[in-house]
């Protein structure tokens, strides 16, 4: 079975600051990768994904994810937070079957 | 287009009585995918439906819960019984397709309250 971790249930920022939120996972096959965001009352959306090809991908809103497979990572970042991403959100891996998601993170940005 | 659409968006029930909660997923989306998302925890797998296969049940967390998807399109996810700890939001999605490297596109969610 697959699973996710997500490190930090909360993680506070400054705007301007950097955003790094991270993820591991377990897989036992050469996984799917994707980073999904939830605004507050709103359904989740997909930020960025990997699939194949090149490890760094970039997504919307300036954000990106590095898959590095011998860390079994996919960490998101983005250079500078800006107030409206606060938000929460989510890591998840596929096997090619079934998605495995993480308990999420909560993104609080601090004027 | 229209994106996934779920039903009613809020349920409150009372403990022991059945619901049945909807799903319509994009038009021609093949795949589709209920979820469980409870307070603090992250999105938990139910049921997963692709094409005209036998869905994947694997998710289902009791003999209370079923889902049917009727004619490749809508589906209708059904808790009988339902007790408190069945408080949740449940999340649809669909994507175009199975396999994991396909989008899924989420719909708003249905909040479910078992009093």
């Known amino acids: 079975a697959q699973s996710v971790t997500q490190l930090g249930s909360h993680v506070s920022v400054s705007e301007g600051a950097l955003v790094l939120l991270r993820c591991n996972y377990s897989s036992s096959v050469p996984p799917y990768l994707f980073w999904y965001v939830q605004y507050p009352n709103q359904g989740l959306q997909l930020l960025l994904k990997y699939t194949t090809g090149a490890t760094l991908v970039k997504g919307i809103n300036g954000f990106e994810a590095e898959f590095k497979k011998s860390e079994t990572s996919f960490h998101l970042t983005k250079p500078s937070a800006h107030m409206s991403d606060a938000a929460e959100y989510f890591c998840a891996v596929s096997d090619g079957n079934q998605f495995y998601f993480g308990t999420g993170t909560s993104l609080t940005v601090i004027p | 287009g229209a994106g996934v659409s779920q039903s009613p968006s809020n349920k409150v029930t009372e403990k022991g009585k059945d619901v049945e909660l909807r799903c319509d997923p994009i038009?021609?989306?093949?795949?589709l995918y209920w979820y469980r998302q409870s307070l603090g925890q992250g999105l938990e797998f139910l049921i997963y439906f692709q094409g005209n296969s036998a869905p994947d049940k694997s998710g289902l967390p009791s003999d209370r819960f079923s889902a049917e998807r009727t004619g490749g399109s809508v589906s209708t996810l059904t808790i009988q019984r339902t007790q408190q700890e069945d408080s949740a939001v449940y999340l649809c999605?669909?994507?175009?397709?199975?396999?994991?490297?396909?989008?899924?596109?989420f719909g708003p969610g249905t909040r479910l309250t078992v009093t």
């Open positions: 999605a669909s994507s175009l397709e199975g396999g994991g490297n396909y989008e899924q596109y």
């Open positions: 038009s021609g989306h093949t795949a």
